[in-house]
């Protein structure tokens, strides 16, 4: 069903309100038959766009609401969360930096709702990757992440003003008994290993690139 205005050849073109077959409506800007410029796309799953689209196609400035509660305010290109925007959980954590084809991807903050900590740093296809600096109410970490882990040189710096140095090593992998062998090794921990507390320095993952 479609109420609205149309072009010479009858296609959807101007503002108009469109039932979808599949129980979803939309209320906007179509041109010659497509989704357009501004409009509301209304999920029967209880989710809903409100932005901009091109050719049937969320791109440009736009919010969604999932139905889970979480929500995505930024920009779209091709239907895909890309460029700059802010992303709330549905448990409360928020992300706010760059977007590349719907995951986390450049430079970016996490805030833990829980724990009120935050992730200041770099994003690879949505994993914590390069350098970056984890703060907590008390003391930051700041150093190198690889695949969601701490790993290589960094530092711990503490608000009473010093600091403690060291590195994440990757521990081996335990060798195992013959009769566990179907059972995959389970990704182990990087420890910390320090090296020297200081008072505080400009030290930072970057000096060494």
Do not use: M
């Not at 108009?16 to 409506?25: I, M, R, S």
């Not at 736009?62 to 305010?73: E, L, N, R, T």
């Not at 779209?76 to 084809?101: P, S």
């Amino acid at each position: 069903e479609y109420e609205g205005d149309r072009d010479a050849e009858g296609q959807r073109h101007g503002f108009g309100k469109a039932q979808l077959p599949n129980g979803d409506t939309y209320e906007g800007e179509y041109e010659h038959g497509l989704r357009s410029g501004q409009g509301t796309y209304r999920f029967k799953n209880g989710a809903l766009y409100t932005g901009t689209y091109l050719e049937n196609k969320k791109h440009g400035k736009g919010v969604f609401f999932y139905p889970d509660g979480s929500k995505y305010a930024g920009d779209w290109v091709h239907d895909q969360r890309q460029g700059y925007g802010e992303y709330l959980y549905a448990n409360g954590d928020t992300y706010t930096g760059e977007w590349a084809n719907n995951k986390r991807h450049g430079q970016g903050t996490y805030v833990y709702k829980e724990t009120g900590s935050k992730y200041v740093g770099c994003w690879v296809n949505g994993i914590q990757n390069g350098p970056a600096e984890l703060i907590h109410l008390n003391h930051r970490f700041k150093g190198r992440f690889l695949n969601g882990k701490p790993l290589g040189r960094g530092k711990f710096i503490f608000d009473i003003g010093c600091e403690q140095h060291g590195e994440y090593i990757q521990p081996p992998v335990q060798e195992k008994e013959e009769e566990d062998e179907d059972e995959p090794p389970l990704p182990l921990e990087p420890v910390w290993k320090v090296s020297e507390i200081t008072k505080l320095t400009p030290w930072s993952p970057q000096d060494e690139e």
